[in-house]
């Protein structure tokens, strides 16, 4: 079954207390990406890869970082959380058009984390 | 002014009825535009991926593009209960390097048996 596993769903730490959420996709595809959603904010993006150590900013980066070792995973890390990033966040990959496929017309977004920084 | 606008709702509709869904975008190097369904709790699915302006059926859900008035609209023919979700609307541009979705803020739909 093709899917998208995020880990942990839900997540409540303290300020400052450094921590990775991880994500990984079983369909092969070179674009991955994590957004967060926030009520009354929408769905932002985070950060994105187009493929292995390949990374790019993308709305809201800041206190965010990315890695892109492996084609199947890209785990997001909190080097230091605060508060704002209580949020719920979402990864998400897609087949680009070097897989013969327009982006996006293939996205499949993980379950979510839900994290809480008190 | 926000480049993707979309009515936060919610709209409630009776089972049955015609549901319309409606972004406007400001930007107009958009070129892609997507719906995606999400149920509470989870993540968001692609519902419709259409390219440019016209017109895209799938089964009772159609998709509009207007690029003169920056204006798309989802359909939602003979309404059902499960329909009852958050729709949100997303955008890209074409060319090198566009690989940032821009989503609207979502329409929260409940479809009354």
């Known amino acids: 079954e093709a899917q998208v596993t995020q880990n942990p769903r839900y997540l409540i730490t303290v300020t400052g207390k450094k921590l990775t959420v991880t994500c990984s996709q079983n369909?092969?595809?070179?674009?991955m990406s994590w957004y967060r959603q926030d009520p009354g904010l929408g769905l932002r993006q985070i950060y994105y890869?187009?493929?292995?150590?390949?990374?790019d900013k993308g709305d809201v980066p800041e206190g965010y970082k990315v890695s892109r070792k492996e084609k199947r995973n890209f785990p997001l890390i909190l080097e230091s959380p605060s508060p704002n990033q209580t949020s719920l966040y979402f990864c998400?990959?897609?087949?680009?058009?070097?897989?013969?496929?327009?982006?996006?017309?293939?996205?499949?977004f993980g379950p979510g984390t839900r994290l809480l920084v008190l | 002014q926000k480049e993707v606008e979309q009515d936060p709702g919610p709209l409630s509709v009776p089972e049955g009825a015609i549901v319309s869904l409606n972004c406007t975008y400001s930007?107009?190097?958009?070129?892609?535009f997507m719906w995606y369904r999400q149920y509470s709790r989870k993540g968001p699915e692609l519902l419709m991926y259409?390219?440019?302006?016209g017109n895209k059926e799938d089964g009772r859900f159609t998709a509009q593009v207007d690029k003169s008035s920056k204006y798309i609209s989802l359909f939602i023919r003979d309404s059902q209960p499960s329909d009852s979700a958050t729709y949100l609307c997303?955008?890209?541009?074409?060319?090198?390097?566009?690989?940032?979705?821009?989503f609207g803020k979502g329409t929260k739909l409940s479809v009354i048996p």
């Open positions: 998400a990959s897609s087949l680009t058009r070097t897989s013969g496929r327009a982006f996006g017309e293939t996205q499949y």
């Open positions: 890869s187009m493929n292995v150590e390949v990374t």
């Open positions: 930007n107009s190097a958009f070129q892609y």
């Open positions: 259409t390219y440019s302006s």
């Open positions: 997303a955008m890209r541009h074409s060319g090198a390097g566009s690989y940032q979705l821009t």
């Open positions: 369909m092969n595809h070179e674009y």
